[in-house]
């Protein structure tokens, strides 16, 4: 038997160079199709946009035409329901017997902190002082 030496052995390997090459051909085909694709699509709309059916051009001779400028509008919406507050407040009167009210705050008023909403009728109340300032 014969030694082989390693540094006299060369390795020869086999190239498959059709590999890249199809991938390359595949990519090539797939960018045609779409260019294809694409020009298909383009014609389509084209020939849409610019036909109305009859062959013919659309005629504006006979339009009007409007300026139209940019301005604030006010939008309201009309919806039947109940609309009811997130903090409710109790408001319970301490007066003894009837209180009537003489004067109350008109719906849709914004209310500040200390503003008067209600009045009552004190006459009741004042009779009573009187009453006790006499005796």
Request: proline share 2%.
């Amino acid at each position: 038997m014969s030694s082989i030496n390693p540094t006299s052995v060369t390795t020869i390997g086999i190239v498959d160079e059709s590999q890249p090459r199809f991938q390359f051909r595949r990519g090539r085909l797939i960018a045609l199709a779409m260019i294809i694709i694409f020009a298909l699509a383009t014609g389509v709309y084209w020939k849409s946009a610019h036909s109305s059916g009859r062959g013919s051009a659309l005629n504006l001779d006979g339009a009007s035409w409007v300026h139209v400028q940019p301005q604030d509008m006010d939008v309201k919406i009309t919806r039947d329901g109940e609309l009811g507050s997130v903090n409710n407040i109790d408001i319970i009167c301490q007066v003894e017997g009837q209180a009537t009210i003489t004067q109350l705050v008109k719906e849709g008023i914004n209310a500040k902190k200390g503003d008067v909403l209600v009045t009552l009728d004190s006459s009741a109340i004042q009779v009573k002082i009187d009453d006790a300032t006499l005796a």
